[in-house]
């Protein structure tokens, strides 16, 4: 059983294009965020969702935009595709803020590759 | 502003051998949490570890255990008994908590190579 999903898992588009990453996770979590890996390895936060209401916003092109349609999935859209959004793109969730101590659980990334 | 700094790029070890992974963190915040994942070469984000701000012990999983010292904000993750599989970039991330939500900042990652 998968627990944090996302399709597909690799993207390849040409800029311009408009393309969205789907991401569902089964474990019952009330938090999911997308994270943004770079060429270099770094991991950002982009946004993050607690029961379907934005969160987190960190200084994300507007080109960007989340939905979060239920607490089970969060999608990524993205518009006018440029050479630099080329990245891994990472769901994860975690459970309500209570158990503090619980990690985030990662999907398994989608690479998008822009030409 | 929440800052986490892995200074080694890359490192290589016998297998069998213990290794140390350096992360040092700043931080203004009294209550955060400090995390460790892997990320094989396949891609995914493994979680291994985590440590409380308030955690007086310093925590344990398996071969893998976190050297704590807060005065000197380091959170070290320490791997006994290296194996072949322990090869893959390893991240080092502080935790703050913003509404119910986990907001992760990562540091730079180290990469370690485990040769036979």
């Known amino acids: 059983d998968t627990a944090v999903s996302q399709t597909p898992k690799y993207l390849v588009t040409q800029m311009g294009n408009d393309k969205s990453i789907k991401c569902e996770q089964n474990l019952g979590h009330d938090t999911m965020y997308w994270y943004k890996q770079d060429s270099k390895k770094f991991l950002k936060i982009m946004f993050s969702y607690n029961n379907k209401e934005l969160i987190i916003n960190e200084t994300v092109p507007n080109r960007f935009s989340p939905k979060s349609p239920d607490k089970a999935h969060l999608n990524l859209h993205i518009n006018s595709l440029e050479l630099g959004d080329s990245a891994v793109y990472f769901c994860?969730?975690?459970?309500?803020?209570?158990?503090?101590?619980?990690?985030?659980?990662f999907g398994n990334g989608t690479r998008l590759t822009v030409t | 502003a929440q800052k986490i700094t892995q200074t080694q790029p890359g490192m290589f070890v016998q297998e069998k051998e213990a290794v140390t992974l350096d992360c040092t963190y700043d931080?203004?915040?009294?209550?955060?949490?400090l995390f460790w994942y892997k990320q094989p070469s396949s891609g995914e984000m493994i979680f291994l570890i985590y440590q409380g701000s308030y955690d007086e012990q310093n925590a344990t999983e398996g071969r893998y255990s976190l050297n704590f010292q807060k005065a000197r904000k380091s959170a070290n993750l320490v791997i006994s008994a290296s194996q072949l599989g322990d090869s893959a970039m390893y991240f080092c991330?502080?935790?703050?908590?913003?509404?119910?939500?986990?907001?992760?900042?990562f540091g730079q990652g180290t990469r370690l190579t485990i040769n036979p």
């Open positions: 931080t203004s915040d009294q209550s955060y949490g």
């Open positions: 991330a502080m935790r703050s908590l913003i509404q119910g939500a986990q907001k992760l900042v």
């Open positions: 994860a969730s975690s459970p309500a803020w209570s158990s503090y101590n619980s990690p985030l659980h």
